[in-house]
């Protein structure tokens, strides 16, 4: 595998489920994001680590808990969502966040559908 | 706050012609970024203009930065069907978030 991966790539859950989404990076980078890509609103950028460590909570609902093990690693756990969490997540990775030649590359995305 | 506006949001062009889209963005910033977005599909990272007056180009794409303005446009020449995606910027400043513009639907006919 290459760049960022994500899994799964489409997931329907209902309300009251428990779910988690996994994002890999296979590009050596210390930063991984999340964001959120809703059908009219621009991407949201949700949570940032940095070196494993949080550096960044957009006002996330905490029906959303994000987990960073390791650089190389990011999950977005879900529980009791709404429809209207409806979206792409995307994840993210660049070499370290806020430093000004920093790109982010980005992975395909989970479409999540919330009934 | 930093607020980040494309426009036009969807563009629907013939092969062969030139067109820029613009993104403006509301207080000084140290990078801005380009990307691409195919249907169903990620992003994709086109350009990074970190300067004053940066221009960079790949193919019949060029984006160009003026701080000064807080504008950046990406210009197409001589548009192929290929090129139909969705394309945004987006603007940081030191440690604070990316923000991004809304998208360019872009679609061309042949």
């Known amino acids: 595998e290459t760049g960022v991966t994500q899994t799964p790539r489409h997931l329907v859950m209902g309300m009251t489920n428990k779910k988690s989404l996994k994002c890999e990076q296979h590009?050596?980078?210390?930063?991984m994001y999340w964001y959120k890509q809703s059908a009219k609103k621009p991407l949201e950028l949700m949570f940032v680590?940095?070196?494993?460590?949080?550096?960044e909570n957009n006002s996330v609902p905490s029906r959303f808990s994000p987990e960073c093990p390791n650089s190389s690693h990011l999950f977005l756990h879900l529980h009791t969502l709404q429809p209207e969490d409806s979206a792409l997540y995307l994840c993210?990775?660049?070499?370290?966040?806020?430093?000004?030649?920093?790109?982010?590359?980005f992975g395909p995305g989970t479409r999540l559908t919330v009934l | 706050e930093l607020k980040v506006e494309q426009n036009p949001l969807f563009l629907s062009m013939q092969e062969g012609k030139n067109y820029t889209i613009y993104c403006n963005y509301s207080?000084?910033?140290?990078?801005l970024y380009w990307y691409r977005q195919d249907p169903g599909k990620s992003l994709e990272s086109l350009f990074v203009l970190l300067s004053n007056g940066a221009v960079k180009q790949e193919g019949r794409l060029m984006a160009s930065l003026d701080t000064k303005a807080r504008l950046s446009t990406l210009h197409i020449t001589a548009a192929v069907h290929d090129l139909s995606a969705t394309y945004f910027c987006a603007v940081g400043r030191g440690a604070q978030k990316l923000v991004f513009g809304q998208g360019t639907r872009l679609t061309i006919n042949p």
């Open positions: 590009l050596g980078h210390n930063a």
């Open positions: 680590y940095n070196f494993k460590e949080q550096t």
């Open positions: 993210a990775s660049s070499q370290e966040a806020g430093v000004s030649t920093d790109t982010q590359y």
């Open positions: 207080t000084t910033s140290d990078r």
